[in-house]
């Protein structure tokens, strides 16, 4: 008895289930979402499937209409600018192709050699007049030349100087030969480039040593009182007190 009760409760709750299903399934006018399958015979409608799978893509679909193009509006003008720092200096260009050499017009030339002989002609007159009056004598390119005013021989040196020149210094027969041409013209003594260093001991004014000399007979005989040098007119050489006035030549 005690075994039976359980089921008999089972059966009871199954038809009471059965009885509510009959009643809703007799209304038409109420549709119910579950299929009209589910409403026929005495059973219990089921729970609905899950959703199926997603389709397959579909065809490729025409190529559409070109879009329209769009021009936007003209913009602002920018500021100008500030200018840049110069840049660093660039390599040294390429070497140029050597120009045609240089020359003299022929005109010019022209011009500078009738120069040149109107020059020569001019000097050579001044050269032949100096001469002629005793005021030049000319030797192998040296030219000697006398102001034919009496110095001692301090002014003497110091007028030579300044017009570029020297005292006339014999440095052979033949320039002495030349010097004494203005002393005879002259008719008296002239001073020569030379002065006394240890008694009796004459040097040129550079203080080079003497090389040519043509002392007249006894001379040098000042006993170191007597510390320049003059020419007679026979061209011979006696010293002498630098403080006589004695006829000034220059050599150039
Ligand atoms: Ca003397």
């Not at 199926?52 to 602002?76: I, S, Y």
């Not at 840049?87 to 120069?115: A, F, R, S, V």
């Not at 570029?164 to 002393?183: F, Q, R, S, Y």
Request: proline share 6%.
């Amino acid at each position: 008895m005690m075994v039976l009760l359980p089921l008999l409760s089972l059966l009871l709750l199954e038809w009471a289930l059965i009885g509510s299903c009959s009643e809703k399934g007799g209304n038409d006018e109420q549709p119910s979402t579950y299929s009209d399958t589910y409403y026929h015979g005495p059973w219990i409608a089921g729970r609905p499937g899950r959703d199926g799978r997603d389709g397959r893509d579909g065809a490729k679909g025409e190529k559409g209409d070109p879009g329209e193009v769009l021009n936007g509006m003209q913009g602002c003008p920018a500021n100008v600018g500030h200018s840049g720092s110069p840049g660093p200096q660039g390599p040294p260009g390429i070497k140029g192709m050597k120009g045609e050499p240089g020359g003299i017009h022929p005109t010019l030339i022209d011009e500078l050699l009738n120069m040149t002989s109107y020059l020569e002609a001019r000097l050579l007159k001044l050269s032949k007049a100096l001469t002629l009056y005793g005021s030049m004598a000319e030797l192998g390119g040296k030219f000697y030349v006398t102001t034919g005013q009496p110095s001692d021989f301090f002014m003497i040196n110091k007028t030579c100087q300044e017009i570029g020149g020297a005292v006339a210094t014999p440095k052979n027969k033949e320039e002495n030969a030349a010097i004494m041409k203005l002393v005879v013209r002259h008719n008296t003594y002239a001073f020569l480039g030379l002065k006394e260093g240890i008694i009796g001991k004459f040097y040129y004014l550079d203080e080079s040593p003497v090389k040519y000399t043509n002392w007249y007979s006894g001379r040098p005989d000042g006993q170191g009182q007597e510390n320049c040098v003059e020419m007679y007119t026979d061209g011979t050489w006696n010293d002498r007190d630098c403080s006589k006035h004695r006829l000034g030549i220059c050599e150039f």
